[in-house]
């Protein structure tokens, strides 16, 4: 069942929302050769709780930690701990806060210092996907359009969609219905109406789409070794169209 969300809902999301912002952006401050992910952690977990939010993802299914942190060939659902960031890495951040029962959800990924220029590009094409992906997420069309533009922007790059880890509906709880795969078919899938929210968050990689779990259970690396990255938005179908929640300013739409 997909959860339509009230306007006051999806205002509560928006201050979740600004909390994952903030968060973010304290990490990547931080970020930084010589830095393990373990510091990165203690800094969200003491910002998301010094605003009254709880970290989501700590204790879910027993994720030990307050953020994702996955470097290079780690796509997502990384543990923090003494992995100490080099010059050149790229590094996906990954954020949910709960506040006031309301969920919100974001990813950015990072370069660690100089990074060449094929993680650049990598990154660049993440993030446009995710806006080409947002730009679909008008009242009317179907998941499957923004699924087909995540797919099409990063497929014209040259790069790879992971297929086995899709966005999802959010807000009352961090994953709910519906699936939000990042490839597809335009005018498939559940149709998008007013108060339907959604984490929209391609995972790309500079090779081959197939990933594995490590023997921690959690983190998900690609097979083949090559550079993946992540970008996640909370985004909110309103009449006005797609709103994101985890985007300073938060509310505004896109250019
Ligand atoms: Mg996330
Ligand atoms: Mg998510």
Not at 27 to 38: L, M, S, Y
Not at 146 to 164: C, L, N
């Amino acid at each position: 069942m997909i959860i339509r969300k009230s306007a006051g809902e999806i205002e509560a999301m928006a201050r979740a929302g600004r909390v994952v912002v903030e968060t973010i952006g304290i990490v990547g401050e931080a970020i930084a050769p010589g830095v393990t992910t373990a510091e990165l952690d203690e800094l969200a977990e003491e910002h998301i709780r010094s605003q009254g939010g709880e970290p989501t993802f700590k204790g879910y299914r027993g994720f030990p930690a307050s953020i994702c942190a996955s470097p290079n060939d780690m796509v997502v659902h990384g543990i923090p701990g003494s992995y100490r960031l080099a010059e050149g890495d790229v590094l996906s951040i990954d954020v949910g806060v709960t506040l006031d029962g309301l969920v919100a959800d974001s990813a950015h990924t990072f370069g660690v210092g100089e990074t060449d220029l094929e993680a650049q590009r990598l990154l660049e094409v993440c993030e446009g996907a995710l806006l080409a992906g947002i730009g679909e997420a008008q009242p009317g069309n179907h998941v499957g359009d923004v699924s087909a533009a995540v797919q099409r922007t990063t497929e014209a790059a040259g790069f790879s969609v992971v297929r086995s880890l899709v966005g999802h509906g959010v807000g009352r709880s961090m994953h709910e219905e519906p699936q939000v795969p990042n490839f597809g078919e335009p005018g498939r899938g559940p149709k998008l109406v007013p108060g339907m929210t959604i984490a929209i968050e391609p995972m790309i990689t500079a090779g081959s789409e197939e990933v594995f779990v490590a023997d921690d259970g959690w983190s998900i690396h690609t097979r083949d070794g090559s550079l993946a990255s992540h970008f996640e938005h909370t985004v909110a179908v309103t009449e006005a169209g797609p709103r994101i929640l985890t985007e300073e300013p938060v509310g505004s739409l896109l250019p």
